[in-house]
């Protein structure tokens, strides 16, 4: 049966109402400030810890998510962190180090690669781009503590503005994680890590260093990483000062889209392979690829009391990035510059913040022309000169009527400005936006394990680079000179969603068997929607924003908790994360049809038995339905749904010693794990991503 075609938000109240009935008692709802919970042992103001951070997102009247990825057993990529949480859609381009897609709500969909709609944070300060872009792979999931999501408007940073909303990724500090980590699997996996730090009453530190080195399943797939990170802190009374240091660099190989008959021939095999050995399009010959680095330095200052307290931070980052696709080589070195301060207090019954953030990146890009015969630079035909500026301000409070119910809003008011120069001809393209972001919100919590909320917010989101910079070249069998490549500049206008949200979460009745839930409802109406779409061969065709306006809905719903099993104080732990996405044209071209890019359905879940230190259990990654590749929604084109079937054994030999075996894909089933999307497409087109096949990893960790 065929979903209804809208979610109004009055369906969304019912259905809220409708998950239950929560406990008469009641507790105070926490502040936003900066909160240190005594039980984590290592906590400070600027590394609160979660119990800390719990409490910070009980007073957040929206959809979060907080995650622990020290637990997981293996965490290899972005996915193995962030794969059981609802609302977190992670879609993994071919399964290596490579470049996965993250959408949070339908935020930067269309990018590919991915990098946009979405502020990351690395220690609260953003990880991002002044031009709102980031290199995904520069994130390291096992060097951090908790990484905690606020998804939508629900962002706290006074620079998150997007649709998708914010991820903070909180390092481990002091002798958190000491520990040596080795790893090692199919298709020619191999990872390696070692952490060791110190602590002493007022003084700690920590140095980690990781490198992964990938084959690839599919041909033209292999990837390198290298990742150094360390933190350095000081505290006194009412006092902390903590400086941050990292470098990564990530080489990886791109096997490129292939049709689909190709993929269910053999989905190892990549266009140059066979009979498509003379393909203007050959990957051996053209070697896509993706080469980046990036060294940062920040720093955060807290000073203060609960009562009253500033945190300034300021950071520094350099990045230097090379992609190439079959036809052009996109080459970007930049500088970027931040800081931000925040004040926060009480007064009486309200909370309050008052934050101002800067960012600035100087960027050089130049675009080439790839040599057919052997993937070398042929001729450069863009050289730009690129300078990206936000200026943000922000005012909240959370307005504490009663122990039960709590008012919370914010106003963000930003000024962004993109400019643009190509050097060789003179063109330039000066764009600025001036923008607020508003939110008002209502956080219930008549239990200490329960807690309900709504909202009404607007969220704004303005171009990068990657879409306002084009570049186009024509296929080509050989390098005959000139090759008539051509490049431009796109005026954009601001991306605005206005959305409404309702949802909760909480514990299930009492004891120890009780499940934790989580749900959430949204419905935001898009204008402007900026559209990043491919060719026909699958290469960038740039950006434009659409006119007829978009709708994103949806249901963000999580279970987990545990069940008696048979054997002394065994359990079956379980948890599920179900995201339901409906986004769909309004009016225009598109009118009806479905936005290509996210899977309408995707459910995620595992059920381990627990015995002592030993766990072991199946788990499943299921989309059951297809999902469009292009806005037309042309038939055949779509990708097709799958389950994926996996297996993991984790044993705490005892305090120092743990390992792991963990089989993924047991079906070998050939699927699409990602694609390029398109307004509208052809069955033989090249679209389709192979996902890996069937796989073992295995990895073992001495903690210290």
């Known amino acids: ?19 239950g009935l929560a406990p008469a008692h009641a507790q105070q709802v926490q502040s936003l400030n900066p909160i240190t919970v005594s039980g984590d042992a290592q906590a ?55 470049q996965p897609r993250l959408n949070i709500r339908g ?197 203060g009391t609960e009562d009253l307290n500033n945190t300034f931070g300021v950071y520094a980052q350099s990045i230097d990035d090379t992609f190439q696709d079959p036809l052009s080589a996109t080459v970007t070195d930049g500088m970027t510059y931040g800081a931000q301060w925040q004040l926060a207090g009480k007064y009486r019954a309200i909370d309050y913040r008052v934050a101002l953030d800067w960012s600035r990146s100087n960027m050089d890009r130049k675009l080439y022309v790839v040599r057919p015969e052997d993937g070398s630079r042929l001729q450069r035909f863009g050289n730009y000169d690129l300078q990206a500026e936000n200026r943000s301000a922000l005012l909240g409070f959370a307005w504490h009527v009663n122990p039960q119910w709590t008012v919370v809003g914010d106003a963000k008011f930003t000024q962004a400005v993109r400019d643009a120069r190509e050097r060789g001809s003179g063109n330039s393209l000066d764009q600025d936006w001036n923008y607020v972001s508003p939110k008002l919100g209502l956080v219930w919590q008549p239990a200490e394990d329960q807690r309900f909320f709504v909202n009404v917010s607007r969220s704004n989101e303005a171009p990068t680079y990657w879409e306002i910079v084009n570049g186009t070249v024509p296929p080509r069998p050989n390098s005959v000179m000139p090759i008539p490549a051509t490049t ?18 909480g514990r299930l009745g009492a004891g120890s068997y009780a499940p934790h839930w989580a749900l959430t409802l949204y419905h935001s109406d898009v204008k402007d929607e900026l559209m990043s779409v491919s060719t026909a061969n699958g290469t960038a065709a740039g950006t434009y924003n659409y006119r007829g ?49 996210v899977p309408r359905h995707l459910l995620s879940a595992e059920v381990l038995y627990r015995i002592g230190g030993l766990r072991f259990g199946p788990n499943v990654r299921w989309m059951p339905a297809a999902t469009e590749t292009n ?49 509208t497409a052809g069955a033989a087109d090249p679209t389709f991503l192979p996902g890996n096949g069937r796989s073992v990893t295995a990895g073992v960790t001495y903690k210290f």
């Open 631 to 679: 806005h037309a929604n042309t038939p055949d084109t779509q990708q097709d749904s799958y389950a994926l079937l996996g297996f993991k054994v984790d044993y705490q030999i005892d305090k120092h010693w743990q390992a792991y075996v963990q089989g993924d894909n047991l079906t070998d089933q050939t699927y699409a794990s990602a694609f390029v999307i398109r307004n």
């Open 44 to 98: 400070t103001p600027l590394n609160p810890g979660v119990k800390a951070e719990r409490a910070r997102l009980d007073g957040v009247a929206g959809g979060t998510n907080l995650i622990e990825p020290q637990k997981e057993t293996r965490l290899a990529t972005l996915r193995d962190a962030l794969d059981y949480q609802p609302g977190l859609v992670v879609q993994e381009f071919f399964g290596g180090l490579d």
């Open 107 to 303: 935020s930067g969909i269309q990018s590919n690669p991915v990098n946009r709609g979405v502020m990351l944070l690395q220690d609260g300060l953003p990880l991002n781009e002044a031009d709102g872009s980031f290199v995904i792979g520069f994130l390291e999931p096992r060097n951090a503590g908790l990484i905690s999501a606020r998804r939508g408007a629900n962002a706290l940073s006074p620079a998150a503005t997007t649709l998708g909303g914010e991820l903070d990724f909180q390092s481990l500090t002091g002798t958190a994680g000491d520990l040596l980590r080795v790893e090692g699997g199919s298709f020619g996996r191999f990872g390696a890590q070692a952490a060791k730090g110190f602590r002493s009453d007022s003084l700690d530190g920590r140095l980690s260093v990781t490198h992964d080195k990938y084959d690839g399943y599919r041909h033209h797939s292999g990837s390198e990483r290298t990742s150094v990170q360390g933190n350095f802190g000081v505290q006194g009374d009412g006092f902390e000062n903590r400086t941050y240091l990292s470098y990564v660099d990530l080489d990886v190989d791109i096997p490129f889209v292939v049709p689909r008959a190709m993929m269910e021939d053999d989905p190892t095999r990549v266009i140059g392979d066979g009979n498509t050995a003379n393909h203007p399009l050959n990957v051996y010959k053209r070697n896509p690829h993706r080469t980046s680095s990036q060294f940062r330095a920040a720093n955060r200052t807290y000073w």
């Open 488 to 505: 431009s500049l796109s005026a954009l206008k601001l991306q605005r969603a206005d959305t409404v949200e309702i949802g909760g979460e």
């Open 549 to 597: 306006g978009t709708r994103h809905q949806g249901i963000e719903l999580g279970l987990n908790g545990s069940l008696p099993a048979p054997g002394a104080g065994a359990a079956f732990d379980y948890r599920v994360a179900y995201t339901f996405s409906d986004f769909r044209f309004k009016g225009g071209e598109y009118a009806g049809n479905r936005i290509a890019g």
């Open 1 to 19: 049966m065929r979903a209804p075609y809208a979610l109004t938000p009055l369906a969304l109240a019912l259905a809220f109402a409708a998950t």
